[in-house]
């Protein structure tokens, strides 16, 4: 049975939080709406829009938040044409890592709240299009923690859970892990504390992208 290996995006592979936490501001600002802190916009990343938006404003209707998330997608992509991935670099160590793991036998994949298309751009422009074998986006998929996104990476790639490992920044990512029925494996380096990745079941925590690999196999 084939092992793999599905990453998040935003805190595990690249640190994009500097054009998330912008876009979200300027969305909100064009609503007439008082931004969030910054902080509280670290919390969402890893969510699907619609549901981002309505954990940083629950006060509001579902048709307010829908029309939040679409204002996002148009700055952010208007940021993107604009100022490529200036804000948006790979962790360290991380394409290093992922080579490890291909030549180790690990299938890989990617399960983000992302688009189709946001994934897509990101990973061609560092190269890492090859890499994946599967990439399961909010396009086809509930939010996180749902585990719809890991069990059609499993099915996709011909894995199982028990051959499968989670790895991402977030508590939302080790709930999904969990209710996959899969292993799971928090990042350090990423927007959720330790203590929260914990809380929500990671089975240990990588302290860097070369200590990942380790913490796979021992988890």
């Known amino acids: 049975m084939h092992r793999l290996a599905i990453f998040d995006c935003d805190g595990t592979l690249v640190d994009s939080q500097a054009n998330i936490c912008r876009a979200v501001e300027e969305a909100f600002t064009a609503h007439r709406i008082e931004p969030p802190p910054r902080i509280a916009i670290r919390r969402i990343v890893g969510l699907s829009l619609v549901e981002a938006m309505r954990m940083l404003l629950p006060e509001a209707q579902a048709d307010d938040h829908a029309r939040l998330a679409d204002t996002y997608k148009q700055i952010f992509s208007s940021m993107r044409i604009t100022g490529g991935l200036a804000d948006e670099p790979l962790f360290d160590g991380v394409a290093d890592m992922l080579g ?12 983000t709240g992302k688009s189709d298309r946001g994934l897509g751009y990101i990973l061609a422009a560092h190269g890492l299009s090859a890499r994946f074998v599967t990439l399961q986006t909010a396009d086809r998929h509930p939010s996180k923690p749902h585990p719809s996104m890991i069990e059609a990476a499993i099915a996709e790639a011909g894995a199982a859970p028990e051959t499968s490992v989670m790895i991402g920044d977030t508590s939302f990512d080790m709930a999904m892990a969990r ?22 079941g990671a089975h240990a925590i990588a302290e860097s992208a070369a200590h990942l690999p380790l913490c796979m196999e021992a988890a």
């Open 179 to 200: 209710a996959a029925g899969t292993r799971a494996v928090g990042v350090a380096w990423g927007y959720h504390a330790r203590d929260e990745l914990t809380a929500a």
């Open 100 to 111: 490890t793991l291909d030549a180790d036998g690990w299938l890989l994949g990617v399960a």
